[in-house]
């Protein structure tokens, strides 16, 4: 069983930035390939970055691509997604997610049916 806790977001004006967190416990955080999703009021839930194990690889969305970094500390069991530039359509509730698969596919891991542990999500709001 993995538990998985956000934290992080809030409100913040349309350029500037957020760090979003994410902490694991339950599991060793290096044996989970990881992902964040966002979904906004009345939508789909929507894919925004995953990373390997290692860290080594990252895969992002095309409309964060150059503005969001996901990375992670294994040592501490956190993962993080910093957002720069933030616009007022990335708002939405931010959800990290666990893969408890042995192989990580940078296609597959784009997908949310791929994940197996999801957090209670954190709020993050930008204003024009």
């Known amino acids: 069983q993995v538990q998985l806790v956000e934290s992080g977001g809030g409100l913040v004006q349309a350029g500037g930035s957020l760090r979003l967190s994410c902490t694991a416990s339950?599991?060793?955080?290096?044996?989970?390939?990881m992902g964040w999703f966002r979904q906004a009021s009345g939508k789909e839930r929507e894919f925004v970055a995953t990373?390997?194990?290692?860290?080594?690889?990252?895969v992002y969305a095309d409309c964060v691509n150059g503005r969001f970094t996901i990375s992670r500390d294994n040592a501490i069991n956190t993962m993080y997604l910093q957002m720069n530039n933030l616009k007022p359509e990335d708002t939405a509730v931010y959800y990290c997610?666990?893969?408890?698969?042995?192989?990580?596919?940078?296609?597959?891991?784009?997908?949310?049916?791929?994940?197996?542990?999801w957090g209670q999500g954190t709020q993050v709001t930008v204003s024009s």
């Open positions: 997610a666990a893969d408890t698969q042995p192989v990580w596919n940078p296609t597959w891991a784009t997908r949310a049916s791929k994940y197996d542990y």
């Open positions: 990373i390997s194990r290692s860290g080594g690889s990252t």
């Open positions: 339950g599991r060793t955080l290096s044996t989970l390939a």
